[in-house]
């Protein structure tokens, strides 16, 4: 079933609230394993043998963790975003490639193994173009909300910078777990507009682009979910704590 998928693992940025000088943030550990090594065990459960990282900052400190596997590796010079850093890994995509699964490397050890294989069921059942992961969160504060039409359609991410008091009340959340037909890729990332703001590409504006352009978008909604996005040394120490209580449910 996975022999036409690919993986991206998004491994290039520099981390600066973690203030990690020499070695990449998703080189760091958590529970006394990298926290890249674990997304990629999650593939290799999934049996994804088409694994490519997206590398930058520090990228020998993430290079050498996989000295003896076959992954693929895509530097991303400049960290012009997610968007670019995509388009980084477009450039040496495998042939044959039909799907492709897009994780973050430093917040993505939590997935159980079976969301992402009902993520792939979804997006194949509906012959989705893009296909994303939703949660829920007790505290949504600093994420992305999902803002969804009378039939349940998502009709935009917002992100909190830009949100009302009441979209700030909505707790289903993006937590950056893709999947995207290479087609819908190879059209639209081009298209992405560099945000006036911070000057990078972000992969959610492809969200907007294919709303626009009357694709097919689906979500799989994962409800409340133990969850922790890792950006500083603070919640590398909460996002252990919660992986800690949850590791035997990560099959």
Same mark, same amino acid.
């Given at each position: 079933?996975?022999?036409? %998928?690919?993986?991206?693992?998004?491994?290039?940025?520099?981390?600066?609230?973690?203030n990690s000088k020499t070695v990449n943030k998703v080189t760091l550990l958590l529970a006394a394993k990298p926290m890249v090594i674990r997304t990629f065990e999650i593939l290799e459960k999934l049996e994804i043998k088409k694994v490519l990282i997206v590398v930058g900052f520090a990228k020998e400190s993430v290079m050498k963790l996989f000295d003896q596997t076959n992954v693929i590796f895509c530097e991303q010079r400049k960290r012009l975003g997610t968007a670019h850093?995509?388009?980084?890994?477009?450039?040496?995509?495998?042939?044959?490639?039909?799907? #492709?699964?897009?994780?973050?490397?430093?917040?993505?050890?939590?997935?159980?193994?079976?969301?992402?294989?009902?993520?792939?069921?979804?997006?194949?059942?509906?012959?989705?173009? @893009?296909? %994303?992961?939703? #949660?829920?969160?007790?505290?949504?504060?600093?994420?992305?909300?999902?803002?969804?039409?009378?039939?349940?359609?998502? +009709?935009?991410?917002?992100?909190?910078?830009?949100?009302?008091?009441?979209?700030?009340? #909505?707790?289903?959340?993006?937590?950056?777990?893709? +999947? @995207?037909?290479?087609? @819908?890729?190879?059209?639209?990332?081009?298209?992405?507009?560099?945000?006036?703001?911070?000057?990078?590409?972000?992969?959610?504006?492809?969200?907007?682009?294919?709303?626009?352009?009357?694709?097919?978008?689906?979500?799989?909604?994962?409800?409340? @979910?133990?969850?922790?996005?890792?950006?500083?040394?603070?919640?590398?120490?909460?996002?252990?704590?919660? %992986? +800690?209580?949850?590791?035997?449910? +990560?099959?």
């Open positions: 079933m996975m022999k036409d %998928f690919a993986a991206v693992i998004l491994a290039a940025g520099k981390g600066k609230r973690m850093a995509v388009n980084c890994a477009m450039q040496k995509m495998p042939l044959g490639v039909k799907n #492709i699964l897009v994780l973050n490397g430093d917040d993505s050890a939590m997935y159980k193994t079976d969301t992402i294989r009902q993520l792939v069921k979804k997006h194949m059942e509906t012959k989705s173009s @893009f296909t %994303f992961l939703t #949660i829920e969160m007790e505290n949504p504060t600093g994420l992305g909300r999902i803002i969804r039409g009378d039939q349940g359609k998502v +009709l935009a991410i917002v992100e909190e910078k830009d949100a009302t008091e009441d979209i700030k009340k #909505i707790r289903e959340v993006n937590p950056a777990c893709y +999947l @995207f037909r290479i087609e @819908f890729l190879k059209k639209y990332l081009p298209l992405i507009k560099k945000s006036s703001v911070t000057g990078e590409y972000y992969l959610t504006s492809l969200i907007d682009i294919g709303i626009k352009n009357n694709e097919k978008i689906e979500t799989l909604q994962a409800g409340l @979910f133990a969850w922790r996005g890792v950006n500083t040394k603070e919640e590398l120490v909460e996002a252990e704590n919660i %992986f +800690l209580k949850i590791k035997e449910t +990560l099959v």
